[in-house]
């Protein structure tokens, strides 16, 4: 694809002080989802990388992950497969813990979620610490998927969240 437009995302993303406390700058990305140029043109340039590599199964993570892995799968002809907070999935799950930059989480995959060996993106808004990313990472590949790649919309360097997905290829759209 063409070169990514890195103005025109980063004018449709939203500086949150204090939010949800204090001393959280939140990446709110909801101006960017409303705007289709905007939405449509981070959807291609989180796929492009991996428009190739022959991905069976995006996961995203819940919420914002939802919004932008369902179309990042089909754009890759992929799959989508929804990694949520505890006790929401209604079928036989497993689940891994994770500190936040916020607190702390659970995040659940369906048992069934992949094929033996399936080849599997993760889609997410935000790279803060990679806790999050990390524990999704352990969990696709107890369950038998093969983690081609992570794509996030925003990555907060300063948190050095790669660190936590190091010899995995990750890509962010924008780095703060
Ligand atoms: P982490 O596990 O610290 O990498 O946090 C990543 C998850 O928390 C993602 O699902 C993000 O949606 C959310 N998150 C963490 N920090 C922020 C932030 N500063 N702004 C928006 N979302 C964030």
Aim: net charge negative; hydrophobic share 45%.
């Amino acid at each position: 694809m063409a070169t990514i437009d890195r103005d025109l995302l980063t004018a449709r993303i939203r500086d949150i002080p204090d939010f949800p406390k204090p001393g959280i700058v939140f990446k709110d990305v909801t101006p960017l989802l409303a705007d289709p140029e905007a939405f449509a043109h981070a959807i291609e340039a989180l796929a492009d990388p991996y428009g190739d590599l022959g991905v069976d199964k995006v996961v995203g993570i819940e919420a914002r992950g939802f919004i932008l892995a369902a179309p990042v799968a089909l754009a890759c002809g992929a799959g989508f497969v929804p990694a949520r907070k505890a006790g929401k999935l209604p079928s036989s799950r497993r689940g891994v813990s994770y500190e936040l930059e916020y607190g702390s989480e659970t995040v659940e995959l369906h048992d069934d979620a992949f094929a033996p060996g399936d080849r599997v993106l993760i889609v997410d808004d935000v790279l803060a610490t990679g806790g999050t990313a990390a524990a999704t990472v352990e969990l696709v590949e107890a369950l038998g998927g093969q983690v081609v790649g992570l794509a996030f919309l925003i990555e907060l360097g300063f948190l050095d969240g790669a660190q936590r997905i190091a010899g995995h290829r990750h890509t962010s759209l924008l780095t703060f």
